[in-house]
């Protein structure tokens, strides 16, 4: 009996533990812009995979640059297979090459340039993910909005159903215009399948990019807000075009083909060959007989550039300095141009969001409150402020997607820009 009880209550306690554990995997994962971005910039994959990069390039230096290994040779020869007189002879040598050239500091130069890219390439993959999961976190959160707004106006068109068929039958609204709001009504319905679709997607493609499980519930807590003022978004600078990480990239690129270049014009003299060695022979001298003879020497090896010039690397190499050239150019004229055409798009974005609210947006608001004063009034019918509701619903929506518009462009002018974030006046 009394095991009995013991093994209920390591049963039950099995229980509690399993339960708090359920209930902690199962509970939804709350992230603003901000924290997806750094649970993206700690866990994503790919990006994890990109830093090791680093890591191999400080390998790489480490190696970069060295002497080749000494070599150590031992001979030795007999006359014991034909004459077998005796004669015998050995010799020990030590050989070590050495460069005449720059090339291994040139080496260890290109090594320590690719830690410096390896890091350009981190930090690029940083940019465009640090973009990809603002983006999709906007989107995210759109969406969201929009099917929030569907569930409005589709509750506000059955309760105008609702209405249209009760009158059906005292002759005051004909069937038309209730089949008429039953199609809407289905139309609206049909649009909130698709926003929930895409919703769907977004939040699968987020999960992704922040590294979260398939079956984590994501809620994002960000939300669409105006600024109080016009951002003011400077312009790109040479000198931030220099820091940022893509055409940081293609600079080393270039820098290192020069020096590949040298590499390839040193390789032409081959590292010299320095050995010291000793001789030992036992041999027949007449009349004496055997006898033994020693030496010790030195010997230097000098290859000469009379065959392998290394024209042909060296004109491929030119040849690829040109094209790092031409790509430089193109990388700096492509984030200049799409920093100034995002910081365009996001003022003018900004306007028009500004506007709509200022004019639009407040208008219909101050219209629903006085058409609802009017129906109370008994000035205007049921029919009346439905439709004026409904329309203040379609503002609404169309003011988030200018929302939404205004902050993906300051999202892609961030990125363009390499920049933490625009300075707001």
């Known amino acids: 009996m009394v095991n009995f009880l013991k093994l209920g209550r390591v049963t039950a306690f099995a229980l509690i533990v399993q339960s708090t554990l359920s209930s902690l995997a199962a509970a939804p994962l709350l992230l603003s812009k901000e924290q997806a971005v750094v649970s993206a910039l700690?866990?994503?994959?790919?990006?994890?995979?990109?830093?090791?990069?680093?890591?191999?390039?400080?390998?790489?230096?480490?190696?970069?640059?060295?002497?080749?290994?000494?070599?150590?040779?031992?001979?030795?020869?007999?006359?014991?297979?034909?004459?077998?007189?005796g004669e015998y002879g050995y010799a020990v040598g030590f050989e070590q090459r050495f460069p005449v050239t720059n090339r291994l500091r040139l080496q260890k130069s290109i090594a320590q340039d690719e830690i410096a890219l390896a890091e350009s390439e981190v930090a690029n993959q940083v940019r465009l993910l640090t973009r990809e999961v603002e983006a999709s976190v906007a989107a995210a959160t759109a969406l969201d909005a929009q099917i929030k707004l569907r569930n409005e106006r589709l509750q506000l068109n059955r309760k105008f159903a609702e209405f249209m068929e009760s009158r059906v039958a005292t002759g005051e609204v004909s069937s038309v215009e209730t089949n008429q709001v039953q199609i809407e009504l289905y139309a609206v319905e049909q649009e909130k399948q698709e926003l929930s679709n895409a919703l769907l997607l977004e939040l699968a493609k987020l999960k992704q990019l922040v590294g979260a499980?398939?079956?984590?519930?994501?809620?994002?807590?960000?939300?669409?807000?105006?600024?109080?003022?016009?951002?003011?978004?400077a312009s790109l600078t040479q000198e931030s075009l220099m820091q940022h990480p893509e055409y940081r990239m293609k600079s080393l690129l270039y820098g290192m083909s020069d020096k590949r270049i040298s590499v390839a014009?040193?390789?032409?003299?081959?590292?010299?060959?320095?050995?010291?060695?000793?001789?030992?022979?036992?041999?027949?001298?007449?009349?004496?007989?055997?006898?033994?003879?020693?030496?010790?020497?030195?010997?230097?090896?000098?290859?000469?550039?009379?065959?392998?010039?290394?024209?042909?690397?060296?004109?491929?190499?030119?040849?690829?300095?040109?094209?790092?050239?031409?790509?430089?150019?193109?990388?700096?004229?492509?984030?200049?141009?799409?920093?100034?055409?995002?910081?365009?798009?996001?003022?003018s974005l900004y306007q028009q969001a500004r506007d709509y609210d200022q004019k639009l947006t407040q208008l219909v608001a101050k219209n629903l409150a006085e058409m609802n004063a009017a129906y109370g009034a008994g000035q205007i019918n049921l029919v009346e402020l439905f439709r004026s509701q409904e329309q203040g619903l379609r503002v609404q929506s169309a003011q988030l997607t200018k929302l939404h518009d205004f902050e993906q462009a300051m999202i892609c002018w961030k990125a363009a820009t390499a920049q933490a974030q625009p300075v707001l006046q």
């Open 213 to 233: 499980d398939v079956d984590t519930e994501l809620i994002l807590t960000h939300q669409f807000e105006l600024p109080a003022r016009q951002p003011q978004l």
């Open 42 to 85: 700690q866990q994503n994959p790919a990006l994890n995979a990109a830093r090791t990069t680093i890591d191999r390039a400080h390998g790489n230096r480490q190696q970069a640059g060295r002497w080749t290994n000494p070599e150590l040779s031992i001979d030795y020869v007999t006359d014991r297979t034909f004459n077998d007189e």
């Open 265 to 347: 014009k040193a390789e032409r003299w081959a590292d010299i060959a320095v050995r010291v060695f000793f001789e030992e022979e036992r041999g027949m001298d007449d009349p004496g007989g055997l006898e033994t003879d020693r030496f010790f020497g030195v010997g230097v090896s000098i290859p000469l550039p009379l065959l392998g010039r290394k024209e042909g690397a060296i004109l491929a190499g030119r040849a690829e300095q040109r094209q790092l050239k031409y790509e430089l150019d193109r990388v700096g004229l492509e984030v200049r141009s799409e920093a100034h055409t995002q910081a365009t798009r996001a003022v």
